[in-house]
């Protein structure tokens, strides 16, 4: 199946910094999703981007289908960015579209 | 905005016991998901639901069965609770083949 790999595992920033995950998959993908975890567990969906870059507030995305990969920018990062960022890309199934998640990135903000 | 509501954001249950998890969604999605999310696992499809009273296994089914009786309305069933089940479990819903959403998620502990 395809494989969705997530780097680095680990970021830690102080406030105001900026900084670029990334999301690399092993297989052709007709759309992306960039999810946040917040510390209650929920997952916030923050893109929904198939190709191309877009941007909301301070945080932009840009996937590149034919290259196999996408990157989320944060930039002037706050506390409250802090959690666990996972892409995820769908495999069709029976009519639907099941999620296949990355590992994640880990952000911490200090202040 | 599209709204995804779990019955409990924490259960804990003992060893045995039948336990129901109760998701529902507000915006006559089609498709609703269950996933459970373990340390160094991700986050795995367990059973999904593609219309009312229909359902398929994802990758993780042994342990669980599903209901959809109604549209908004997608339940998660441990016919007998086992300490291997203690996980954090997300639902999720879409329409077609677009962006899932998720709920808050619920952390089920059992003893």
């Known amino acids: 199946g395809i494989q969705v790999e997530q780097s680095p595992p680990d970021l830690i920033l102080q406030e105001g910094a900026n900084s670029t995950l990334r999301c690399n998959f092993s297989?052709?993908?007709?759309?992306l999703q960039w999810f946040h975890q917040n510390p209650w567990g929920q997952l916030i969906n923050l893109f929904y981007?198939?190709?191309g870059t877009k941007q909301n507030g301070r945080l932009s995305a840009t996937t590149v289908a034919t290259e196999r990969y996408s990157l989320l920018y944060i930039s002037s990062s706050q506390t409250t960015d802090s959690g666990v960022y996972f892409c995820?890309?769908?495999?069709?199934?029976?009519?639907?579209?099941?999620?296949?998640f990355g590992q994640g990135t880990r952000l911490t903000i200090n202040p | 905005d599209v709204k995804v509501t779990q019955s409990s954001r924490y259960l804990v249950k003992r060893t045995g016991e039948k336990v129901f998890l109760e998701c529902v969604q507000d915006?006559?999605?089609?498709?609703m998901f269950w996933y459970r999310q373990d340390p160094g696992l991700g986050l795995r499809l367990i059973y999904f639901s593609y219309d009312v009273k229909m359902k398929e296994k994802g990758d993780i089914p042994e342990g669980y069965s599903v209901s959809r009786e109604k549209k908004e309305r997608f339940s998660l069933i441990l016919e007998s609770a086992s300490t291997n089940q203690t996980s954090m479990y997300l639902c999720?819903?879409?329409?077609?083949?677009?962006?899932?959403?998720f709920g808050p998620g619920t952390r089920l502990t059992v003893l």
């Open positions: 999720a819903s879409s329409f077609g083949f677009w962006e899932q959403f």
């Open positions: 981007i198939p190709s």
């Open positions: 297989d052709s993908v007709n759309n």
């Open positions: 915006m006559d999605h089609e498709n």
């Open positions: 995820a890309v769908p495999r069709n199934i029976q009519g639907a579209q099941k999620l296949v």
